[in-house]
């Protein structure tokens, strides 16, 4: 299903949707029916009740689901919310990685700074 054909939903409607048998969530944007998974969630029932009809984006993120949980979530969407911004999460986590990189990089620029500075203090 491309973006384009997906029915926009309004966060309203999605909220009405909150209760373990009639369960939708928003994560990054998009709308998901989770009820037909509620009963297999192997991090059971309520902490996905908790969130029901609400943007579960950061909880669920929050676990760190692997990615046969993001490919159970694809078989569940239903539509996108209406003025939400729709994101892939490998996106997200592309950039949490290029911001982890960057750490070394940062070591790396102080050593050398401190390098020189040992240097031009013991001419
Ligand atoms: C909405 C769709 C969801 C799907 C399809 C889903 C799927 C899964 C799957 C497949 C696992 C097994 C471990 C893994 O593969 O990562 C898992 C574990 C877990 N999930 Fe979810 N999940 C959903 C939502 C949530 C939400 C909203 C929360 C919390 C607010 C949550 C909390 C957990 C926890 C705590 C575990 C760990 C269970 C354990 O290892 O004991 N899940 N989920």
Redesign the pocket.
């Known amino acids: 299903m491309s973006e384009e054909e997906l029915r926009v939903i309004k966060a309203e409607e999605v909220a009405e949707h909150n209760t373990a048998s009639d369960l939708w969530?928003v994560?990054n944007g998009r709308v998901?029916d989770?009820s037909p998974?509620i009963d297999e969630?192997?991090?059971g029932e309520e902490?996905?009740v908790?969130?029901a009809g609400t943007d579960?984006t950061e909880?669920?993120e929050d676990?760190g689901?692997?990615d046969?949980?993001h490919e159970?979530?694809k078989g569940?969407l239903i539509g996108k919310v209406e003025g939400g911004v729709v994101k892939d999460a490998k996106t997200a986590s592309a950039v949490a990685e290029e911001g982890g990189l960057s750490m070394p990089l940062i070591g790396a620029i102080i050593f050398a700074l401190a390098a020189g500075a040992y240097f031009f203090l013991n001419q």
Do not use: E, N, Q, R
């Open positions: 969530i994560y998901y989770v998974y969630h192997p991090g902490v996905v908790d969130v579960a909880a669920f676990i689901h692997s046969d949980a159970i979530l569940l």
